[in-house]
């Protein structure tokens, strides 16, 4: 059988991005509070704050299992860091995306912030078509 060994770089990612469950942990308890009322917020706010939250910890996790494909696949260069930090870098942006997208007293509607959930929408495609046709490939 063989046993699975993470690359320096890829220990080093997964490394950092279990760091950022603290913030995701962060985010669960202010949810908490929006759902007791005690944070004013439109229904169009308290759903981009639920979405926020959703996106961060599904992305997260699925970034962590990406690494460890990552390296069992033949992508070098360009194409294996996009298969690394495709997954993370959009967890961080598709959530802030939605986070910062309905930032503002009594908003009803995504503000021009939205693009930062559309780059991060771009950075999951990337991410996860890189390491599965680096799978696909290998």
Known sequence: MKTLALSTESRMIAGAVLITIVTI?????????IARGGVPMTDFQRSFARAGHGHAGVLVLLGLIGLLYADATGL????????????????????GGFFAASAG??????????????????????????LGLGLLTA
């Open 76 to 95: 070098t260069g360009v194409l294996l860091w996009t298969a690394r930090l495709g997954v993370p870098v959009a967890a961080i942006l598709m959530s």
């Open 25 to 33: 942990e962060f985010g669960g308890w202010f949810m908490t509070r």
């Open 105 to 130: 007293r009594g908003a009803t509607a995504p503000n021009r912030f939205v693009w930062i959930l559309w780059i991060g929408a771009l950075s999951l495609a990337a991410g996860v078509l890189s």
